[in-house]
């Protein structure tokens, strides 16, 4: 399944969109750039606008010639250049879904000069993701998937068929045969040393730190205690695949992320993670070779020869991991907040969690199964807060219909779970934290699509049942041994959002613990 990078695909893919000489005389000014570094601004600069107003007139023409015979979704009114960008703030999730209100369930939009289409009910999701879910399964190339995850060779960001078949299958294989989540003894210690000093947590920093460690522990054994390495690790790629690329928005301009350092920043990161884990891989292999590993992890699944993967495929899924953990940390901090800002919801949870546990000194993998209250707590965050509120875009390769109306090709699928899952229409008190409402429902997504934070389909997270175990284990930990309260004279948790690759709490989630067993 041994997959080398698909840039030259995506290049070919936006050559298409531009008159050849005008994109020769682009790649030549590009070359030139990437050659003198980041920074870089001149008496060229007005030679470099006089191609991009060149090449912003030669995609306009293309895109007027292409549109006109197709019945496109309605959209709203746009501005030159721009499209639709300046009606989607504050937040994309939100914009859209009250564009969609008046512009109805599937509407298009342009953002830059790159085509979007949203998608806001449960009936049209499933038709994206299910019925026609063969046409919609690839992702879109984006910049930082294309350079972080080596030419798309991640899960994630694979373009549908054989290689993303196998890696899926390996990877669902891999973190199924994982040992499970068995300690939280270190971050119990750490919240302990709080409570005798009475200062706050910052709880969001501790989920993502414990998270990301606990599920790269979990799936690669490794001696290195390096725990700073990985978080570092972990912040420089989160936080560089939810920036802007221009290359992405407006593929004629794609010269300016390496004008913005964003190329060099991608580059940097690359280098940073491969010193990692290079070393990872060198500790794996040389383990095998000495037959001294106990147990066989997911890297030593990867570098089994018979799946063919380079270092760079490996490095790539290996990533995947992160962009995992994420989701849950997110997922966690939400579920926290909800919790500590409902007291009757608090108070019952605390008291499922303390009865279950009894008279033992900690939390049991079993216990969890008796706790159904806190199933619906999870549930019922995952509706108001889904970390992807509009999934991990697709593509259409070709001119697709959907509801009469025709999909351009190369248009961004979005599907808004965010809004879908807030939708009044289906929801009864839409906006307020109930979990009682999922009591008796066991499953994790709905067959009618109205609730679907893991998305579904083809593409659905194949992390589900170990996201959700970690999700149970650091919650029912956190209710079990101690009690919370606000920092100072605050009266509530801000809870408003904050889009990153993830949609997060924008402030931190601070809050005193009590030991409740002191
Ligand atoms: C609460 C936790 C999580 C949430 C809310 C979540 C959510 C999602 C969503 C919305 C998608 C996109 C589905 C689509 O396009 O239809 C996805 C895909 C994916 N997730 Fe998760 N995820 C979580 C945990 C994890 C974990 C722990 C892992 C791995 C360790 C993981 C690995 C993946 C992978 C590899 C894909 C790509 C699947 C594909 O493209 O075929 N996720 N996840």
Not at 157 to 162: Q, T
Request: net charge positive; charged share 25%.
């Amino acid at each position: 399944m041994r997959k080398e990078s698909c840039s030259t695909h995506n290049t070919t893919q936006h050559n298409d969109k531009l008159n050849s000489k005008a994109m020769v005389e682009l790649s030549h000014a590009q070359q030139w750039l990437e050659g003198q570094g980041e920074g870089w601004f001149n008496n060229l600069t007005l030679s470099l606008l006089f191609l991009l107003f060149i090449s912003v007139l030669f995609w306009r023409k293309f895109n007027r010639v292409s549109s006109t015979k197709l019945n496109l979704p309605p959209s709203p009114p746009k501005l030159p250049l721009i499209g639709h960008l300046h009606h989607l703030f504050p937040f994309f999730h939100s914009a859209c879904r009250d564009l969609s209100n008046k512009y109805g369930p599937i509407m298009l939009l342009q953002l830059g000069h790159a085509p979007f289409l949203i998608v806001s009910s449960p009936d049209t999701a499933k038709k994206i993701l299910m019925t026609q879910d063969t046409e919609f399964a690839d992702r879109p190339l984006m910049t930082a998937a294309r350079i972080i995850m080596r030419g798309y060779t991640n899960v994630i960001f694979a373009p549908y068929g054989e290689y993303w078949r196998q890696g899926k299958k390996l990877f669902g294989e891999g973190l199924l045969s994982l040992q499970r989540v068995q300690s939280f003894k270190h971050v119990r210690e750490k919240i302990s040393r709080s409570c005798s000093l009475q200062t706050p947590v910052n709880l969001g920093e501790m989920f993502r730190a414990f998270i990301t460690k606990t599920s790269f522990r979990c799936a690669i054994t490794t001696t290195s205690q390096d725990g700073h390495r990985l978080a570092k690790m972990y912040n420089g790629v989160m936080t560089i695949m939810g920036d802007f690329s221009f290359e992405y928005f407006f593929p004629s301009l794609g010269w300016m992320d390496v004008l913005t350092g964003f190329r060099r920043r991608l580059r940097k990161i690359i280098q940073e993670n491969d010193i990692f884990l290079d070393q990872l891989i060198e500790e794996h292999i040389s383990k095998s070779t000495h037959n001294c590993r106990k147990k066989e992890d997911l890297l030593d699944l990867l570098l089994q020869k018979e799946y063919n993967l380079t270092r760079g495929n490996i490095k790539a899924l290996i990533l995947d991991l992160f962009l995992g953990s994420d989701d849950v940390a997110t997922s966690l901090e939400w579920a926290f907040a909800k919790i500590f800002n409902k007291p009757n919801v608090m108070k019952k949870a605390q008291e499922e969690v303390r009865r279950v546990v009894g008279m033992k000194s900690k939390v049991h993998e079993e216990d969890i199964h008796q706790m159904e209250y806190l199933k619906c707590v999870l549930k019922e965050t995952l509706r108001l807060h889904p970390a992807g509120p509009t999934l991990v875009p697709r593509i259409n390769n070709k001119v697709a219909s959907v509801n009469g109306y025709d999909i351009p090709p190369n248009t961004t699928v979005l599907v808004n779970v965010w809004a879908i899952q807030r939708d009044p229409k289906i929801w009864d008190n839409a906006e307020e934290f109930i979990p009682k409402r999922f009591t008796n429902k066991s499953e994790i997504k709905s067959p009618d699509h109205t609730f679907i934070p893991f998305g579904t389909g083809k593409r659905l997270c194949p992390g589900i049942s170990f996201g959700i175990a970690i999700l149970e284990l650091f919650l029912a930990n956190l209710l079990f041994h101690f009690d919370w309260k606000l920092p100072g004279d605050l009266k509530e948790l801000d809870m408003t959002e904050w889009q990153g690759f993830s949609l997060k709490m924008k402030a931190p989630l601070e809050l005193i613990p009590i030991s409740h067993f002191a």
